[in-house]
């Protein structure tokens, strides 16, 4: 509804929404409402920005897309030869999430071409196991990048999010980050806590 206010009311609305209810949705384990909030707020606070990595996004939209489904059929079909069952889906990070890594970066000395998960494929297993063999699969088919393996099956993060990431290199050489998680994991990782309750219920 921020289009409709004046000015100093949207970047008020925005600024609170990116400092209070969107770090709350993430406190909360809501991944899927914190990025829709971000992704909002941003679009007021820093609108150059929001404008510049959505034309840098859209040039290469189709290509990204394609190169997506590529990778998306490729482990699907691996994960298939080594009987491990899952789901796998293909997803672009969202947009507030990419600005904090440019920046990261940019402090770094290092470039946008350089982040690693602009591109992120989800695998969705039946059991814990099923994580660890799918991780597997996905190294044996692109060689993993070093530094950049979390465990948060082992080590869940305080909200209750549990999941594998890892970053590989992709065919023809481009970066993508996979995460694995059980369909109970990826319930709570969208829904937050209120997830949790339902199964234990």
């Given at each position: 509804?921020?289009?409709?206010?004046?000015?100093?009311?949207?970047?008020?609305?925005?600024?609170?929404?990116?400092?209070?209810?969107?770090?709350?949705?993430?406190?909360?384990?809501?991944?899927?409402?914190?990025?829709?909030?971000?992704?909002?707020?941003?679009k007021?606070?820093?609108?150059?920005?929001?404008?510049?990595?959505?034309?840098m996004?859209?040039?290469?939209?189709?290509?990204?897309?394609?190169?997506?489904?590529?990778?998306?059929?490729?482990?699907?079909?691996?994960?298939?030869?080594?009987?491990?069952?899952?789901?796998?889906?293909?997803?672009?990070?969202?947009?507030?999430?990419?600005?904090?890594?440019?920046?990261?970066?940019?402090?770094?000395?290092?470039?946008?071409?350089?982040?690693?998960?602009?591109?992120?494929?989800?695998?969705?297993?039946?059991?814990?196991?099923?994580?660890?063999?799918?991780?597997?699969?996905?190294?044996s088919?692109?060689?993993?990048?070093?530094?950049?393996?979390?465990?948060?099956?082992?080590?869940?993060?305080?909200n209750?999010?549990?999941?594998?990431?890892?970053?590989?290199?992709?065919?023809?050489?481009?970066?993508?980050?996979?995460?694995?998680?059980?369909?109970?994991?990826?319930e709570?990782?969208?829904?937050?806590?209120?997830?949790?309750?339902?199964?234990?219920e």
């Open positions: 509804t921020l289009k409709a206010l004046p000015p100093d009311r949207q970047l008020a609305i925005a600024r609170e929404t990116l400092d209070i209810y969107a770090p709350l949705a993430h406190r909360l384990g809501m991944g899927d409402l914190k990025w829709r909030l971000e992704d909002e707020a941003f007021y606070l820093h609108s150059k920005e929001y404008r510049q990595i959505s034309r996004l859209a040039r290469k939209r189709a290509e990204r897309e394609a190169y997506a489904e590529r990778c998306t059929a490729a482990l699907q079909e691996a994960l298939e030869k080594a009987d491990v069952q899952g789901q796998v889906t293909g997803r672009a990070k969202h947009l507030y999430s990419i600005y904090n890594k440019m920046d990261r970066y940019a402090q770094m000395g290092r470039k946008f071409s350089e982040i690693y998960d602009l591109i992120a494929l989800r695998v969705i297993v039946d059991t814990e196991a099923d994580c660890y063999a799918a991780l597997g699969v996905a190294h088919l692109w060689r993993p990048i070093s530094g950049q393996f979390d465990d948060y099956i082992a080590s869940p993060k305080e209750m999010y549990q999941s594998l990431h890892t970053s590989v290199v992709g065919f023809d050489g481009f970066p993508l980050e996979v995460q694995i998680r059980t369909q109970r994991m990826h709570i990782a969208e829904q937050g806590v209120a997830a949790h309750v339902s199964y234990k």
